[in-house]
């Protein structure tokens, strides 16, 4: 009787067993199932958030060099920028330092190193160089700095190759003989080189 209910006892713990790996057995395949399984298409709501152009979205770099450096200059910051390949973040706070002369050689350093790494250099950064070369030089022979209005100034030149053939290029010292081969190279020699002075007026 007691060999009986020793066995008895055994098959039933054996069911037990065969039931629980069989469950077990059914669940990994249904969890291996979805994993494998196609995602499903994009919602209208799914799109939307996909279509969001570049210009809306936060680039690392952007937010990078929006953090202040800790107990550095504004030109450290700028030196640190230019160093790290972020030109356009270092030219943005440049900016923010004019009227100051300071600022505009700046400007004209990273604009510098900036055209070097590039193998075919865009008109637009050829422009930038020429109108921070003549934004500078007006404040230098503006006697009262604080009276330029940067803005308005930069809006008129907004399209600087336009004063390149009365302009020219030897009566802006900022400008090193290299910007002034690069600019000739590309723009061709000016008919005259006029004083800053005359857009001014």
Known sequence: MLTFGFILFSALLVAILITVLHRFQINKARETADRTSP???????DKELNSISP???VTVVSEIAMQPYENLSWQEEVKSLRESGYFQEAL?????????????RQSLVTLRACIRK??????????????TAILGNMIKHRKNKASLDISFQMQKLQNPKEYWQNLGYKNLDLLTKT??????????????HTDVISLLD
């Open 39 to 45: 995602l499903t298409p994009l919602t209208h709501h």
């Open 55 to 57: 210009e809306r979205s």
């Open 92 to 104: 943005a706070l440049c900016r923010r330092q004019y009227p100051k002369m300071l600022a505009f």
């Open 118 to 131: 590039e193998e075919a250099i865009p008109e637009e950064r050829l422009e930038s160089l020429y109108q």
């Open 179 to 192: 910007d002034c081969r690069l600019l000739v190279k590309y723009w061709g020699e000016p008919h005259t």
